[in-house]
């Protein structure tokens, strides 16, 4: 199998350091990159990952009356190929902030309450239509803890893993409308206008089922120029 890493494209993918946020500079070499031959531990990985992973469902807003606080939302998710054909057997994590804006982490502890019946993360597998429907609940923003007024808007993570190490994905989604958007400086890190609205779900009128949730459709594009930007 041949791999062919394409270079870099600094219009459509995030901005290396981004000011007000500390933890990218420990996320970027310090020193220039040295390019060499993939090895065979870079062009290859586990077989079948989704029977090596626990899979956690797409289900984390709660279940009968114990369902999590917020907004009930629905997303279905696809994931595709440059040319637009789906990737089915992709193993997909998730993870989010609950309702009110705070992620399930011992770090995370100072501004929010947390929500008992909300786990916050999943870990699914798109069929072979390169689909998944996840049912969770809308996040809350929050702010960032450099103290000066910045928040993050709600938004989803996701880690999207392929058949070796190199294919392996890490972006988030966010929604549309929210005016924390157009300040998020995670998401403007992103040069290209087109590239950075990639990263917005797209809001469907609930006209079929489920009625009692918020519709979401997003799509995920690997590689190609079309791609989706990833995300730190």
Do not use: C
Request: net charge positive.
């Amino acid at each position: 199998m041949k791999i062919v890493i394409q270079p870099r494209d600094e219009r459509t993918q995030p901005a290396r350091i981004i000011a007000g946020y500390p933890q990218t500079p420990l996320r970027n070499p310090k020193q220039p990159l040295v390019k060499r031959a993939p090895t065979l531990s870079e062009l290859t990985g586990p077989l079948e990952v989704a029977k090596r992973v626990k899979l956690l469902g797409g289900d984390i807003a709660g279940h009968g009356d114990k369902q999590a606080i917020g907004q009930l939302i629905h997303l279905k998710l696809r994931v595709v190929d440059e040319d637009g054909a789906p990737v089915g057997g992709t193993v997909v994590e998730v993870w989010q902030a609950n309702g009110a804006g705070r992620y399930i982490h011992p770090n995370d502890d100072d501004h929010a309450p947390a929500d008992t019946n909300f786990y916050g993360a999943a870990r699914v597998v798109t069929d072979a239509s390169g689909s998944l429907e996840l049912r969770t609940v809308k996040p809350g923003a929050y702010p960032v803890p450099t103290k000066d007024g910045w928040w993050r808007p709600p938004h989803i993570h996701f880690s999207l893993f392929g058949k070796v190490w190199l294919q392996r994905l890490v972006t988030q989604m966010y929604f549309p409308g929210e005016p924390l958007n157009a300040q998020d400086r995670i998401l403007n890190a992103v040069p290209d206008a087109e590239a950075r609205e990639r990263l917005v779900a797209r809001f469907v009128p609930p006209k079929t089922e489920p009625y009692n949730a918020l519709i979401y459709e997003h799509q995920i594009v690997l590689r190609g120029r079309a791609a989706t930007p990833g995300q730190p």
